[in-house]
């Protein structure tokens, strides 16, 4: 396969060689073609022309020429990755269904496929990092750097014209990262609760496992126990914090996020070492493969949710470019501070005054639309990119794949590939396959379906707990339009003009999610009720504001 990869490669760019020498003829046919006068001195003026003339030649074919073998040279190194991940994976994957076709179709527990088998860890940079050493793509962000300048000129121009005096306030940002005392001893609860908890109840399972004389209790008990710590602890415990100590929405946010985050790390760290303890009890070996505390202590803040015991590394850590990730997420979250206090809060704050209708509505959505992709892109960067990367390079975690190229998808099952990636190896390994796994490979739309119902249950209830309301607006976008669109529009759409509608209904949705979630905001701010039942924390108050006073 690889001979046959390089063979291709190198056709390709024999027919780019010929192309190049046909330029190359005809440029020094055209400099034979100087005339020479008499008295051995070339025309100047005739001299400059065909220096003219070569210049535009070569610019024709110089995006050619780097076009072409740009794109061959990564088509032959993505394919090359993907065939030799699926010669690791091949056999595994055959042997299995062959077995399973041997037995009537009948499953047999102990043929899941071991952790080394699933997502391989390679060293590799983030895609934005190799964009930013091209001079052109860093021009893009250094537009969205001027466009924060403005921002701060603009908010310290009103101020002083209003107020006659620079007011440098960060009222906003104060306000929705308050409580952070709070914020700091929950998280510490919920971290030193995962570290521990888990790795002791996984240990006790494994080291008893084969010397338990029913196996099966001992492993039902020890997994009920789990099942509690999941959801009791980790599950009720932070949710009643933000519910009972009223945080504030960021305050809240990081609560919500970071519980949704060890709940699955945990997951995976029980799920991937089970299977390890039934093949050695299977195999009667005497040593039990437990990993070490460090282990599952470095994979709890490594930027991955899939566990492995090892990861590849990187030789050093680079203080300066972790130094830089934080600046950028700071810069960010000034960055979204100031769309809310220049387009959000002007256009929200007068809801009250303003009948509810469709036209209102209408204008509300199309005036979103722009601080909503904003605050999209401010948080896949700030996130996914310096966040992420920065604890990757002070814990030399080497694969740094945390998105890839979703800018360019011409469709949305590509875009949920690709937006997330951390997020979307936990769902496919541990959600899609173990979907497939019990209830056999004819349930792909039924597993697909449950993956995209718990994706979306999971946003919706990070969101309402994060805004105290219940609003169902991204719930119905993600698991009704979002879903639709993954089977309508999917991957055997490549042309141009997909990307197009796939930007275009992007742009619309963030428009209608910062609308209508910023509308229920500002009603329930402006109309507040004295004694509110449950039934007024999921009703809608921005459509009956203007009626309570």
């Known amino acids: ?52 003339q070569l210049t535009a030649e070569a610019e024709e074919l110089k995006p050619f020429f780097m076009k072409e073998v740009g794109s061959h040279f990564d088509d032959f190194v ?22 399973l076709k041997g037995e009537n179709n009948h499953r047999a527990k102990d043929l899941r496929a071991p952790p080394e088998h699933g997502k391989i860890f390679v060293v ?63 998280w510490w609860t919920m971290f030193l609760c995962t570290l521990s908890i888990p790795y002791f109840l996984f240990q006790r399972w494994a080291r008893g496992y084969s010397k338990s004389s029913h196996p099966v209790i001992h492993s039902l008990f020890h997994c009920l126990l789990f099942m509690v710590f999941q959801m009791g602890i980790l599950g009720l415990g932070p949710t009643y914090v933000v519910l009972a100590y009223t945080l504030p929405p960021a305050s809240r946010c990081i609560v919500i996020f970071e519980q949704i985050r060890l709940i699955m790390k945990a997951h995976s760290f029980v799920r991937e070492n089970v299977p390890r303890v039934l093949n050695s009890a299977k195999k009667k070996s005497r ?117 890839k190229d979703w800018w360019n998808s011409t469709s949305y099952s590509n875009y949920y590939r690709t937006w997330n990636v951390v997020v979307h190896d936990w769902l496919y390994y541990y959600a899609y396959k173990d979907f497939l796994w019990v209830f056999t490979k004819k349930f792909r739309a039924a597993a697909m379906l449950a993956v995209f119902a718990v994706s979306a249950v999971v946003h919706e209830y990070a969101l309402a707990l994060c805004l105290n309301f219940f609003y169902p607006v991204l719930f119905v976008l993600f698991m009704f339009f979002g879903m639709a669109f993954n089977f309508v529009v999917n991957d055997s759409r490549k042309r141009p003009i997909w990307n197009v509608m796939m930007w275009t209904s992007l742009f619309a949705g963030n428009g209608v999610i910062l609308c209508f979630y910023s509308q229920e905001w500002y009603a329930r701010q402006h109309c507040p009720l004295k004694n509110p039942t449950f039934l007024d924390y999921i009703q809608p108050r921005s459509w009956t504001c203007r009626y309570m006073f």
């Open 124 to 186: 590799r940079q983030s895609l934005l990092d190799e964009l930013f050493e091209v001079d052109h793509i860093r021009t893009i962000y250094h537009m969205f750097i001027a466009l924060l300048i403005l921002f701060i000129l603009s908010t310290v121009v009103v101020d002083y014209i209003d107020e006659g005096r620079l007011v440098l306030e960060f009222s906003l940002i104060s306000y929705a990262f308050g409580k952070l005392s709070i914020v700091m001893w929950t």
């Open 78 to 99: 993505t394919n090359l990755i993907e065939k030799s991940a699926s010669l690791d994976n091949g056999g595994c994957a055959v042997t299995t269904f062959s077995v």
């Open 287 to 403: 040593t039990v493969p437990v990993p070490t505390v460090n282990q599952y202590l470095y994979f709890l803040f490594a930027p991955t949710l899939i566990y492995r015991d090892n990861y590849p590394r990187t030789p050093t850590v680079r203080w300066s470019y972790v130094a830089m990730q934080f600046a950028q997420v700071l810069g960010c979250l000034f960055y979204v501070y100031y769309i809310f206090e220049r387009l959000c809060v002007p256009l929200f704050r007068n809801i009250k005054q303003e009948p509810f209708s469709a036209r209102v509505l209408v204008l509300c959505v199309f005036n979103s639309i722009l601080p909503g992709v904003l605050i999209l892109l401010l948080i896949f960067f700030a996130f996914l990119h310096c966040w992420l990367n920065a604890f990757a390079e002070m814990l030399r975690f080497g694969d740094r794949m945390f998105y």
């Open 1 to 52: 396969m690889v001979g046959e990869e390089k063979m291709c490669l190198r056709k390709r760019l024999s027919k780019s060689d010929e192309n190049l020498e046909e330029s190359e003829e005809e440029r020094n046919s055209s400099e034979e073609s100087l005339e020479t006068p008499s008295n051995g001195q070339i025309d100047i003026k005739q001299l400059i022309a065909k220096k003219i």
